[in-house]
């Protein structure tokens, strides 16, 4: 099917930009800034172009609060997992520790500028242009959806996750990157629950902050 091609074609656009900008040592330091500009304005042409409303991409008021505390419950359950085994590996193969930290450590600037600038310009546009048009679009292109955990998904979200997860590895190539396949796994599970994408939003921005203190505070 035709329409299920431009998706790629959209994302092979967005990735080509972000490649080529990676390495003008003029535009790189603006990568950031030129990924979530891309990332928010492709879907919204789409969405322009097509005459659609933004809740096809899950943008929408309806379940909103079902979303957020999706996201907040499933926070609640991987985070501590997450922080154990960072513990773990950071102690047993790098022979780092934890350092002690205080209630002000959490507040300190470096930690606040980083959680602002991380929900506008990276849980935001990644989610909207991910979880929101990549899937949204793709799902319609699947033949078979299976049911996990009482939320249907076809291939689609493996295809999703895998583009998410390239996307990384073109901006920092480094083969660690493509690890972020699994979370992106959850947030494509939260999207599709509520048929929201804030609580898609909300995980993927507290995942990065939760991995910023967490490597803030090793020693």
């Known amino acids: 099917m035709k329409h299920c091609k431009i998706p790629y074609i959209i994302y092979a656009a967005a990735m080509l930009v972000i490649f080529a900008g990676n390495r003008i040592s003029l535009f790189k330091p603006y990568l950031g800034v030129v990924a979530a500009v891309l990332f928010l304005y492709m879907p919204i042409?789409?969405?322009?172009?097509?005459?659609?409303?933004?809740?096809?991409?899950?943008?929408?008021?309806?379940?909103?609060?079902?979303?957020?505390?999706?996201?907040?419950?499933?926070?609640?359950?991987?985070?501590?997992?997450?922080?154990?085994?960072?513990?773990?590996?950071?102690?047993?193969?790098?022979?780092?520790?934890?350092?002690?930290?205080?209630?002000?450590?959490?507040?300190?600037?470096?930690?606040?500028?980083?959680?602002?600038?991380?929900?506008?310009?990276?849980?935001?546009?990644?989610?909207?242009?991910?979880?929101?048009?990549?899937?949204?679009?793709l799902g319609q292109c699947d033949t078979q959806k299976t049911s996990i955990f009482n939320v249907k998904a076809g291939a689609s979200v493996l295809i999703v996750n895998a583009l998410f997860a390239a996307g990384h590895l073109i901006v920092i190539p480094d083969i660690s990157r493509l690890a972020v396949f699994f979370p992106g796994l959850l947030l494509s599970w939260l999207r599709e629950k509520d048929d929201n994408l804030a609580g898609s939003i909300i995980f993927h921005w507290l995942s990065n902050v939760l991995s910023f203190f967490l490597f803030s505070i090793i020693r």
């Open 45 to 137: 042409i789409s969405l322009f172009i097509q005459k659609q409303q933004p809740s096809v991409y899950g943008i929408r008021s309806k379940g909103l609060l079902k979303s957020v505390l999706s996201a907040a419950l499933l926070s609640m359950i991987i985070f501590p997992l997450y922080s154990a085994g960072f513990y773990f590996y950071m102690k047993h193969f790098y022979g780092l520790r934890l350092s002690s930290f205080t209630a002000g450590t959490v507040c300190q600037l470096p930690l606040l500028r980083f959680a602002l600038n991380n929900l506008l310009m990276v849980a935001v546009p990644e989610e909207v242009f991910y979880r929101g048009y990549l899937q949204s679009k």
